[in-house]
């Protein structure tokens, strides 16, 4: 993500009435004025600086809620989340991928908004640090297997499935998502490569739904490609990537219609945002 390029030491997105809002916290007055110089110029988006006093200089991702969602919110174990009817994801990401403010896992987490997961039965490829899997289970679903070729993101996953009490429906495995039964899953959610979405597909073919990232938005063609089986139903884009919830098309008329259409397809969001629906 460009901030982090350009030094920051923490980004919060916050989402509200189809209107994204990120908080970036830059070391210095300097560094944030040249970023917000870069955001207006590069990226044509709005920016304002605020300083803040010494103490909140040394505040990173540990003290943040790092994304908000209409359904979620993720921050690490020690950050102060409001009170909101929003379901707390509490990551300590250890040495696994990411600590849940990473775009695609944002986007992931924005389409899960849209999903009913009363009663499913969920697979995360890729867990990371679960959390996708503790979101699954936080939101309704009555079982979900994380899985990841990483022993360390397995064992983050664990970590973070037991400190968010939910492990009694998530079972937590090191496994390759190109070799696993997925005779009884209704959802795959994996945030993996293009190259991995390859691998997968003839794996999750079977699978009524799946919702995708990890894929930039050129590669999103390509991804719709390898999903072929399925047809995309909504693509949402944060930057330069993109997620991508999918129907497997032959039980299209059986799966029901989700709420997954943000305000942002009416309110332009900030920063650009956007979905699309293909059919
Ligand atoms: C981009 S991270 C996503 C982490 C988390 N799900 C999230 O959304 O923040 C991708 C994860 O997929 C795992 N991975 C890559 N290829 C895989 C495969 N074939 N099977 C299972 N996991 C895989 C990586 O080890 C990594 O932890």
């Not at 909101?84 to 509490?90: G, H, L, Q």
């Not at 390859?198 to 719709?224: H, K, M, N, Y």
Request: aromatic share 2%; charged share 20%.
């Amino acid at each position: 993500m460009v901030a982090f390029d350009h030094g920051a030491t923490a980004v919060g997105t916050e989402e509200a009435s189809g209107i994204v809002q990120l908080t970036i916290g830059m070391p210095d007055v300097q560094s944030a004025e040249s970023l917000i110089e870069i955001l207006r110029i590069d990226h044509g988006l709005d920016a304002s600086l605020r300083t803040v006093d010494e103490s909140w200089k040394a505040q990173s991702i540990s003290t943040m809620a790092v994304t908000t969602t209409r359904r979620f919110v993720v921050a690490a174990p020690g950050a102060t989340v409001e009170e909101s009817a929003r379901e707390v994801i509490r990551l300590d990401p250890g040495a696994a991928f990411g600590h849940g403010g990473h775009p695609t896992t944002s986007l992931m987490l924005r389409l899960l908004d849209g999903i009913d997961l009363a009663g499913t039965r969920v697979l995360d490829l890729g867990s990371g640090t679960g959390v996708l899997a503790i979101a699954a289970a936080k939101g309704g679903a009555t079982e979900v297997l994380a899985i990841d070729t990483d022993h360390e993101a397995v064992e983050s996953t664990r970590a973070n499935v037991d400190r968010n009490g939910v492990s009694s429906r998530v079972d937590v495995r090191r496994a390759d998502g190109a070799d696993i039964d997925l005779r009884h899953i209704d959802l795959v959610l994996a945030n993996v490569t293009l190259d991995v979405q390859r691998l997968i597909a003839p794996t999750v073919r079977s699978v009524p739904r799946l919702v995708v990232s990890g894929v930039l938005c050129g590669q999103v063609s390509d991804t719709r490609n390898a999903h072929r089986s399925h047809d995309a139903r909504h693509i949402l884009t944060f930057g330069s990537w993109a997620a991508i919830r999918f129907c497997a098309s032959e039980t299209r008329s059986q799966v029901p219609a989700t709420n997954t259409q943000t305000p942002a397809t009416t309110a332009p969001s900030k920063p650009k945002t956007t979905s699309r629906y293909t059919s």
